[in-house]
């Protein structure tokens, strides 16, 4: 009876990257007797991240910084990465046998730039008499007396501690327990555009635009790449506005309205090559200017003949094409449905300890990872804060 006394019993519903981690790290405890419930294998939500290559982190050493790339989080994360920054991260991953090296644009991939191979040797540490892996869909939890009595389909278990790490899906459950749930709602989307004359631009992309978007009394702004997509817009720039805009409640009717900087030319100098190539179509000579799909769009766009010599263009056309190269509006009417990365919302952050990640209403009750009301930007910050939220509550144990 003595001998079971010192062992925790521990079981972690999830194996994503923080149920994952935080099984690798607290099995490194000999007194820990861990069981994870997921019905997929561990890590298999990081198949998909940083277009397969795995985007582990944000290579920024000032806290501070870092959690400005939060909509929804940044003070509870000032105290989490304060602990467990993104540098401690990348040793850890060292540690782990994940060699990793930095992009140009500061996003930390593994050398493998490999999700695949990258779940492999995570997994490998998962390879312990102290870890068991349950394929069981969890329906239940209830705390009865100093247990926690977890259900399944299929069987009844009972546990000391239980860490919550199961994203969306484990919000339900966090509910039932007591905690209050930020209404969930997509982030990081494709956006459908109202203006259908854009949807033949499937696969052209602009690098570096500035995106400035306005809906009813809120203001928003972000810079980096768009991608126009079949019906919709596309790429980081347009996935920070999406995360950004989360609860704003945009349809046809009232529609997200975004002006969209494409390029930094000066009219003189669009004018001195319109000057210099007099003879040359419309067309051909603003095509040295952008992308001639859209050129054709935007010409189509205003009845403007683009066959016409450049010698007969038209003052209003000259100031439509410059505006819409430099200043294109477009109207947004909804998120594509089923095409977000994260979920914005999950538990209320008030009721976590960030020192411990343990619940404030129940104890012994933890949560790590995206179920909680954190959400961030493309670039790896959505699973630094599954790597630190996970770490910071493997110190418990």
């Known amino acids: 009876m003595e001998q079971e006394s010192i062992y925790k019993?521990?079981?972690?519903?999830?194996?994503?990257?923080?149920?994952?981690?935080?099984?690798?790290l607290a099995a490194k405890n000999p007194y820990n007797m861990i069981t994870a419930f997921d019905e997929k294998e561990p890590f298999s939500t990081l198949l998909p991240t940083g277009g397969g290559r795995c985007n582990i982190t944000y290579n920024e050493n000032d806290v501070k910084e870092f959690v400005k790339n939060y909509p929804r989080g940044e003070k509870f994360l000032l105290s989490v990465f304060s602990r467990m920054p993104q540098d401690k991260t990348i040793k850890l991953f060292d540690d782990l046998g994940i060699k990793t090296y930095?992009?140009?644009?500061?996003?930390?991939?593994?050398?493998?730039?490999?999700?695949?191979?990258?779940?492999?040797?995570?997994?490998?540490?998962?390879?312990?008499?102290?870890?068991k892996h349950i394929k069981e869909k969890v329906i239940s939890i209830s705390k009865k007396s100093e247990k926690f009595e977890i259900k399944t389909t299929l069987h009844s278990y009972k546990f000391d501690n239980v860490i919550i790490s199961a994203g969306a899906k484990g919000m339900e459950i966090a509910k039932a327990l007591g905690h209050n749930i930020i209404e969930p709602r997509p982030s990081l989307t494709s956006l459908n555009i109202k203006e259908k004359e854009f949807y033949t631009l499937s696969g052209i992309g602009f690098k570096n635009v500035?995106?400035?978007?306005?809906?009813?009394?809120?203001?928003?702004?972000?810079?980096?790449?768009?991608?126009?997509?079949?019906?919709?817009?596309?790429?980081?720039?347009?996935?920070?506005?999406?995360?950004?805009?989360?609860?704003?409640?945009f349809s046809p009717f009232n529609p997200l309205e975004i002006n969209i900087k494409l390029y930094d030319y000066s009219p003189d100098y669009i004018e001195q090559e319109l000057k210099n190539n007099l003879k040359k179509s419309i067309k051909n000579v603003y095509s040295k200017f952008a992308p001639e799909n859209f050129i054709v769009c935007i010409l189509n766009r205003n009845n403007i003949d683009g066959n016409k010599q450049a010698a007969q263009i038209k003052k209003t056309e000259k100031e439509f094409i410059f505006k819409s190269l430099t200043e294109l509006k477009l109207h947004v009417d909804e998120r594509i449905k089923n095409s977000q990365i994260v979920t914005a919302g999950g538990v209320d952050l008030n009721e976590i300890n960030p020192k411990t990640?343990?619940?404030?209403?129940?104890?012994?009750?933890?949560?790590?990872?995206?179920?909680?009301?954190?959400?961030?930007?493309t670039g790896g910050f959505n699973l630094q804060n599954c790597w630190s939220t996970a770490y910071i509550c493997s110190l418990n144990f």
């Open 9 to 24: 019993n521990i079981a972690v519903i999830g194996l994503g990257a923080s149920g994952g981690l935080f099984c690798i």
């Open 210 to 249: 500035q995106i400035n978007a306005k809906f009813e009394k809120h203001k928003y702004s972000a810079f980096g790449d768009i991608l126009f997509t079949h019906k919709s817009i596309s790429g980081p720039a347009v996935f920070k506005i999406s995360s950004l805009s989360a609860y704003d409640d």
């Open 102 to 131: 930095v992009q140009k644009d500061n996003r930390v991939f593994p050398i493998s730039d490999s999700s695949e191979k990258t779940i492999e040797i995570l997994k490998t540490h998962l390879k312990t008499s102290k870890f």
């Open 357 to 377: 990640m343990e619940s404030k209403l129940v104890p012994n009750l933890f949560f790590t990872g995206e179920i909680l009301n954190i959400d961030g930007f």
